[in-house]
């Protein structure tokens, strides 16, 4: 899993998922993220070189999977990942897939065109994240986002306020609703939030996690008390 350097909350998630899995072993590689936001400096943190350099020490590791545990393909659009992951195919021979390309997958595999999208991100940011989802044919009814800009601050977002967003954004008629961050604790709601609700949680952390599941030939259903994704991964 390439991780962003600031973020404290996937690692420790992702290892929770998978802690009864037989046989499956999951390893991190950092790179430099600290904030999220449009100008030069902050979109040049996802260039492809430092993700490359991350990636080389998972090779070491002969990991099965190279997955990218961040969602910057979000606003710098799909194309971004796809070309992400074809460059960590083509020097590593793994598999590769990204939070964004996931959540997207799953998307097409449930048959889902409308959704709302919680985000810690700032205006600007999520009207990007909007239009690109858009532009693949996901409509997004309903948003809700914090304006933080500070990556590892997007940690201090409580499960309450979460728990808040998601009943506002099910309110305005959300079924399906994408967490978009994997510094934000949202994986871990899913199983109450959907029974309360009726609605399908696609938390970015989960849906990394499913498909690198997919990908290493892993029956994703193992996975218990993560939310429905993992017992409908198609």
Not at 12 to 24: F, Q, Y
Not at 49 to 62: E, H, N, R, V
Not at 81 to 110: M, N, R, V
Request: charged share 20%; proline share 3%.
């Amino acid at each position: 899993i390439l991780t962003p350097s600031s973020n404290t909350v996937l690692e420790s998630v992702t290892h929770e998922m998978t802690r009864g899995l037989n046989d499956v072993s999951v390893h991190f590689s950092r790179l430099r993220v600290i904030e999220i936001a449009l100008d030069e400096m902050a979109l040049a943190q996802f260039d492809p070189k430092p993700f490359l350099q991350a990636a080389s020490l998972l090779i070491d590791a002969k990991c099965q999977v190279i997955a990218w545990s961040g969602t910057s393909g979000g606003w710098r659009g799909f194309e971004h990942d796809q070309a992400l992951c074809e460059a960590i195919e083509s020097a590593s021979g793994s598999h590769a897939t990204t939070s964004i390309l996931a959540l997207k997958d799953l998307f097409e595999g449930h048959g889902i065109n409308e959704f709302g999208l919680l985000t810690p991100y700032t205006a600007d940011v999520q009207e990007k994240i909007i239009q690109n989802f858009g532009d693949y044919g996901f409509q997004c009814i309903a948003e809700r986002h914090l304006n933080i800009r500070d990556n590892f601050s997007f940690a201090d977002v409580g499960t309450g306020a979460i728990e808040c967003l998601c009943r506002e954004l099910a309110a305005e008629g959300a079924r399906s609703i994408a967490i978009i961050c994997t510094n934000i604790r949202g994986a871990e709601l899913a199983p109450a939030l959907e029974s309360e609700l009726g609605i399908t949680l696609y938390d970015s952390v989960a849906v990394v996690v499913l498909r690198a599941l997919q990908l290493a030939g892993v029956e994703s259903g193992q996975v218990q008390g993560w939310g429905r994704i993992f017992q409908n991964p198609s």
